[in-house]
Nanobody
Framework: QVQLVESGGGLVQAGGSLRLSCAASGTFFSIDSMGWHRQAPGKQRELVALIISGGSTNYADSVKGRFTISRDSAKNTVYLQMNSLKPEDTAVYYC??????????????WGQGTQVTVSS
């Protein structure tokens, strides 16, 4: 099994910054990709940022230029640096990872989420 634990959420004023962290632990061969999703009240969960093993990244249009995803492969940890935060960024942020646990076995795992609240 694999566990993902997020941290770094909190309350911040508009224009401020937060850095989220997500550490993966458990039994696996490698992590193919890690990403951040968010879900605001009454809205569907959406992909915020994604990073794959080769280093390629992808961002939602709403956060481009403000958020940066990075990964420390040695620590199996992914980060999301969030700058110029807006009230619209308020949501529960979830870490997700595609984890390789066998030659042909890759599973998706989710963290429990961390609350980010941006006040105006």
């Amino acid at each position: 099994q694999v566990q993902l634990v997020e941290s770094g959420g909190g309350l911040v004023q508009a224009g401020g910054s937060l850095r989220l962290s997500c550490a993966a632990s458990g039994t696996f061969f490698s992590i193919d990709s890690m990403g951040w999703h968010r879900q605001a009240p009454g809205k569907q969960r959406e992909l915020v940022a994604l990073i794959i093993s080769g280093g390629s990244t992808n961002y939602a249009d709403s956060v481009k230029g403000r958020f940066t995803i990075s990964r420390d492969s040695a620590k199996n940890t992914v980060y999301l640096q969030m700058n110029s935060l807006k009230p619209e960024d308020t949501a529960v942020y979830y870490c997700a990872a595609d984890v390789k646990q066998g030659v042909l076995l890759t599973r998706a795992y989710w963290g429990q989420g961390t609350q980010v609240t941006v006040s105006s």
